[in-house]
């Protein structure tokens, strides 16, 4: 943890930082942070066992964190490279996930509506 005094408005603040490689004993427990009025706030803490999908040769990810609104296409599709698979909307935003290289859908791997993180498959072309 390193201490450090942060001026916001004209306000000072004394913080304490932790460093992310710090080990996961050490991010147990976090004492909560007076951000002015009175309000103390605790961040919650991410889990040392949490991974990051991963992704197979072949699949297409989900290129931001959001939510599935559409496939265009199907298992058993044949798709070319560049080729629109699916849609997913994030921020009022609809960003296009398109296909790197040609072939056939094997497999969809979520859902309409499902929440998808970043580098999430979302397709496998074979």
Known sequence: MKKLRITVDGKVYDVQVESLDETA???ATRPPVNLGGGALVSAPLSSASAKAPTAAPGDVVSPLA???????CKVGDKVEAGAQVATIEAMKMNTYVNTPSAGTVSA????????????QPLVTIQ
């Open 25 to 27: 004993q050490t991010q």
């Open 66 to 72: 959001g939510r599935v609104i559409s496939f265009e």
């Open 108 to 119: 969809i791997l979520a859902e309409i509506g499902d929440a998808v993180e970043e580098g």
